[in-house]
């Protein structure tokens, strides 16, 4: 019996059981084919939305689902099994999604959620600066009032798939007249806002949903496209990035979990001896690992997103880092096993587990490195002095 059938509720394996045969249709072959045409998912993304599965953690009074990050995290995850993840995923209904219903004006709730629920808009999320990297302290993209208006400046960098969103949620920082401290704020940029540039971003890694580097040069908004509270600090964004994490961790196990199955198939049918190379120790050992790994990563999954869920903002942070980093990990030696029991086929493009090299260390690297998430860990869980 498998951990999931235990943690999850029937509603959740039905839910795992309709994703799975979804992705099983399009598959990693659909995603490979889109890369080399230059293109979108987009009917993958259109059928998904129809089903519900885009919008499951959005409200149900703006068209979502009305469940939570869970049942988020079972889509993402199943699809990435199928090897077919959705990477806007993350941060449409994730990131921007959350924010909105969480902290949004009841009219920025009405403009965007049932669009994000449906599928039908995107939204991508521009946090990362240059010079700043892990560091949402160091922001510098400042707003500043103009009468009624917001005036945006900054840059960001490896913002995902702003090509294809209506909008990107930029976080950025105001300047607190009183202390002169810079607090983190969150504006609705639509996509052809004057003074909003973009350029794409040169990746080795292969995939349909590219990555940009935008500028910001006075950006004119209206007081409407502020997202929640200026004055509400940080609260606002660790409310995305707690979601983000979590997701992350789905695309991760995910990613895992299909070269695996990869490996598994091959090391039961290849043969070089007598028997199949998946009856030597020193090619089932390594696969079971790599299997105990990702099943470990995704019960700190299931924690991350039922604190979440619940409210524990604070407990889900904590979760939410730690399976970030261990579905990472497991990602990173579950793909690098699985090349490595296909031997030279594994570096063949026929098998596409070659490209997953590099796909992998995604998860290590991006939305924080691992190296933060254990400085969050030495520090919040176990009480160490800073290093910074």
């Given at each position: 019996?498998?951990?999931?059938?235990?943690l999850?509720?029937?509603?959740?394996?039905?839910?795992?059981?309709?994703?799975a045969?979804?992705?099983?249709r399009?598959?990693?072959?659909y995603?490979?084919?889109?890369?080399?045409?230059?293109a979108?998912?987009?009917e993958?993304?259109?059928?998904?939305?129809?089903a519900?599965?885009?919008?499951?953690?959005?409200?149900?009074?703006?068209?979502?689902?009305g469940?939570?990050m869970?049942e988020?995290?079972?889509?993402?995850?199943e699809l990435?099994?199928?090897?077919?993840?959705?990477?806007?995923?993350i941060?449409?209904?994730?990131?921007?999604?959350?924010v909105?219903?969480?902290f949004g004006?009841?009219?920025?709730?009405?403009?965007?959620?049932?669009g994000?629920?449906?599928?039908?808009?995107?939204?991508?999320?521009?946090i990362?600066?240059p010079?700043?990297?892990?560091?949402?302290?160091?922001?510098t993209?400042?707003?500043?009032?103009?009468?009624?208006d917001?005036l945006?400046?900054g840059r960001?960098?490896?913002?995902?798939?702003?090509d294809?969103?209506?909008?990107?949620?930029i976080?950025?920082?105001?300047?607190?007249?009183?202390?002169?401290?810079?607090k983190?704020?969150?504006f609705i940029?639509?996509?052809e806002?004057?003074?909003?540039?973009?350029?794409?971003?040169?990746?080795?890694v292969?995939?349909?949903?590219?990555?940009?580097?935008?500028?910001l040069d006075?950006?004119?908004?209206?007081?409407?496209?502020?997202?929640?509270?200026e004055?509400a600090?940080?609260l606002?964004?660790?409310?995305?990035?707690?979601?983000e994490?979590i997701?992350?961790?789905?695309?991760?196990?995910?990613?895992?979990r299909?070269?695996?199955?990869?490996?598994?198939d091959?090391?039961?049918?290849?043969q070089?001896?007598?028997?199949p190379?998946?009856?030597?120790?020193?090619?089932a050992?390594?696969?079971a690992?790599?299997?105990?790994e990702?099943?470990?990563?995704?019960?700190?999954?299931q924690?991350?997103a039922?604190?979440?869920?619940a409210?524990?903002?604070?407990?889900?942070?904590?979760?939410?880092?730690?399976?970030?980093?261990?579905a990472?990990?497991?990602c990173v030696?579950?793909?690098?096993?699985?090349?490595?029991?296909l031997?030279?086929?594994?570096?063949?493009?026929?098998?596409g587990l070659?490209?997953?090299?590099?796909?992998?260390?995604?998860a290590?690297?991006?939305?924080?490195?691992?190296?933060?998430?254990l400085?969050?860990?030495?520090?919040?869980t176990?009480?160490?002095?800073?290093?910074?």
């Amino acid at each position: 019996m498998s951990t999931s059938t235990v943690l999850e509720t029937e509603e959740h394996q039905a839910l795992r059981a309709a994703v799975a045969a979804l992705g099983k249709r399009y598959g990693r072959a659909y995603m490979t084919s889109l890369v080399t045409e230059g293109a979108h998912p987009r009917e993958l993304w259109a059928e998904a939305a129809k089903a519900g599965f885009l919008g499951v953690n959005l409200p149900e009074e703006y068209g979502g689902g009305g469940a939570g990050m869970a049942e988020l995290s079972i889509v993402l995850e199943e699809l990435g099994a199928s090897g077919s993840p959705l990477l806007m995923m993350i941060v449409s209904p994730a990131i921007c999604g959350t924010v909105i219903a969480r902290f949004g004006t009841e009219e920025q709730k009405r403009q965007w959620l049932p669009g994000l629920a449906d599928g039908s808009r995107t939204m991508a999320f521009g946090i990362t600066e240059p010079d700043a990297g892990s560091n949402s302290h160091r922001i510098t993209t400042t707003a500043r009032r103009d009468g009624e208006d917001w005036l945006l400046t900054g840059r960001k960098v490896f913002v995902s798939g702003v090509d294809i969103a209506d909008a990107t949620l930029i976080v950025g920082r105001t300047e607190d007249a009183r202390t002169g401290k810079l607090k983190a704020c969150l504006f609705i940029v639509p996509r052809e806002t004057p003074g909003f540039q973009r350029s794409q971003i040169d990746m080795e890694v292969q995939a349909p949903e590219k990555q940009f580097e935008l500028v910001l040069d006075d950006v004119r908004l209206p007081a409407e496209a502020l997202v929640g509270d200026e004055d509400a600090g940080l609260l606002q964004l660790f409310a995305g990035l707690n979601p983000e994490r979590i997701m992350t961790a789905a695309f991760a196990i995910g990613m895992g979990r299909y070269a695996l199955g990869r490996a598994v198939d091959y090391a039961k049918t290849r043969q070089v001896w007598k028997e199949p190379i998946g009856a030597h120790q020193a090619i089932a050992h390594p696969l079971a690992q790599a299997h105990i790994e990702i099943e470990l990563a995704r019960l700190m999954m299931q924690k991350a997103a039922r604190l979440y869920d619940a409210g524990d903002d604070f407990g889900a942070g904590e979760a939410a880092n730690m399976a970030k980093y261990a579905a990472g990990e497991a990602c990173v030696k579950a793909v690098d096993q699985a090349v490595h029991t296909l031997g030279g086929n594994g570096l063949t493009r026929e098998y596409g587990l070659a490209s997953l090299i590099t796909g992998a260390r995604v998860a290590r690297i991006a939305p924080v490195s691992r190296e933060m998430i254990l400085n969050y860990i030495s520090h919040q869980t176990l009480g160490l002095p800073k290093s910074y």
